[in-house]
């Protein structure tokens, strides 16, 4: 199973819209069984399948039961080959009892479940973690138990100043985590003005993290060619509770999210 984790340490750059997205096409268009991980407290990927609950078990309970079976939180969703481990505000208690727990790891406890879960049987070609834009326990353990991070960016002046941040927290996991590739960044809601195009192109030609932290080596960040471009038919998806691709298949933003989807899997075929 291969791990992607959406991440970006600043809200409202399309983290949650890309996660239900990319999560949806890798099985209805590609014919994986892919499993979404809500990794945010705010639960906006459980409500937008309409799974958001108390009464059932979520992430939360995952990262601080012991020897926690996955399978027991995992809900199937309406699409065929896409379940949810769905998240809610019980996450924020969660990240303070991990924090407090010292008698196991705390860093590497979704891996170990999703390890574990693998090893019953239940398999999944994909887990797509929808990250919350924090650094907090939870996410920790996302990136531990991930295989690769793609980062979402809206342009802006606060987006490019958060990457080094990312980047370096990043390179912090590693220490548990040596495999985690950043397969690359995207541009979301883009808009065919100048603003985006020279943000598109400063980012592609010109973003170089040397500058802005301590590092040894030159280190740059990929960005990936195709852009999430913007279209009002995203907003509508969220109170359809529908990906785009069937809400709205000839839109901008659906033909984008297939063609983000067919470069990070020849990425990964390289």
């Known amino acids: 199973m291969k791990v992607i984790d959406i991440i970006n340490l600043k809200g409202g750059v399309g983290k949650t819209i890309s ?64 379940h949810i481990l769905p998240a809610n505000m019980n996450l924020l208690q969660a990240d303070k009892e991990i924090l407090l727990d010292m008698t196991k790891p705390q860093q590497t406890r979704l891996k170990k479940a999703l390890q574990a879960m693998e090893n019953t049987g239940q398999a999944y070609d994909y887990a797509v973690v929808d990250s919350a834009p924090d650094f907090n326990i939870s996410v920790i353990n996302a990136l531990v138990a991930s295989d690769d991070v793609l980062i979402p960016i809206k342009i802006d002046k606060f987006s490019f100043d958060g990457l080094a941040q990312i980047w370096e927290q990043i390179e912090e996991t590693r220490e548990f985590n040596a495999k985690l590739r950043i397969a690359g960044c995207y541009i979301t809601m883009y808009a065919k003005n100048n603003v985006n195009d020279q943000g598109l192109r400063y980012l592609k030609e010109n973003i170089n993290l040397q500058n802005n932290i301590n590092l040894q080596n030159n280190v740059s960040l990929p960005v990936f060619d195709t852009v999430i471009r913007k279209t009002v038919r995203v907003d509508e998806s969220t109170f359809a509770g529908e990906p785009l691709s069937v809400y709205a298949p000839d839109c901008t933003a659906a033909r984008d999210y297939e063609a983000l989807a067919e470069e990070y899997l020849a990425l990964c075929r390289i």
Do not use: C, M, W
């Open 19 to 82: 996660a239900v997205n990319i999560a949806y096409i890798l099985a209805a268009k590609h014919g994986a069984r892919v499993l979404l991980i809500d990794n945010d407290k705010q639960g906006n990927a459980s409500k937008f399948f309409g799974l958001h609950s108390y009464e059932h078990p979520g992430v939360a309970d995952v990262l601080t039961v012991k020897n926690y079976d996955v399978r027991r939180a995992v809900r199937p969703t309406r699409y065929d080959n896409l």
